[in-house]
């Protein structure tokens, strides 16, 4: 372990810890990969077909930028090569959280609560936001970063659950738990040994519950047609499979 950054300024990992940082994330990516298309399959509607494509390449996402930025960071000293996957990298953290959501709220017909209609646009917004904040302010102010991922992460939660306790679902509380005490280790860079790979490992974690409640109450495997949101203007989307394998 090396010695903590000065405020402002990157850690520099150990290579040991360079590997670990890659190797916990790029476990991931082949699995992620298999799960879109789990969601893809699964998909009767064109809502689920939607929330299958977002949620299912932000997923993958997440695990390929953050494997080749922490690859590049090892391998390559191209400082702007690196500083731009950086960005990118924590810029998948906002991309993510939005479309963890996004399958929550794209459900048809949740389109008559006007507060869960509004919350599909606001975790976009906020993901925006947060894009924007985090290039202006590139390692500055990085507790106001983290606190501004608590936000997002947290605030809409509250705002969803207020509404429908069907959201009520173990799997995601566990999720965002899971998401929060790793916080601590993403803030535990040179205090504790391979903090970050750490950190990596409760984000794969946490998204593993997300995927899982989202695979289950979401996009449940079932024949018949339609569910969940059945009210589509377009045609079922299993009529529109069927004539593609034909
Ligand atoms: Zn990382």
Known sequence: ???RAFTNEAY???????VANVATHGI????SVIGGIELIRRSTTWAQLVSACVYGTS???VFVVSTFFHSVHYCNHNRQLKDALHRCDRAMIYIFIAASYFPWLNIEHFSDNELLFSMRYVVWIMAII???YQQIFHEKYKMLETIFYIIMGIGPSVAILNVYNYYNITELKMGGLI??????FFKSDGIIPCAHAIWHLFVAAAAGFHYYAILSHVFPETDLPNIPGASSNMPPLNM???HIEL
Do not use: A, Q
Request: glycine residues 6%.
């Open 1 to 3: 372990m090396n010695p």
């Open 12 to 18: 520099i990992p150990t290579p040991i810890e360079h």
């Open 28 to 31: 991931w990516v082949v699995p």
């Open 59 to 61: 997923l993958i996402l």
């Open 130 to 132: 947060g894009i924007l």
């Open 179 to 184: 998401y929060v005490f790793g916080l601590v």
């Open 240 to 242: 529109l499979k069927s």
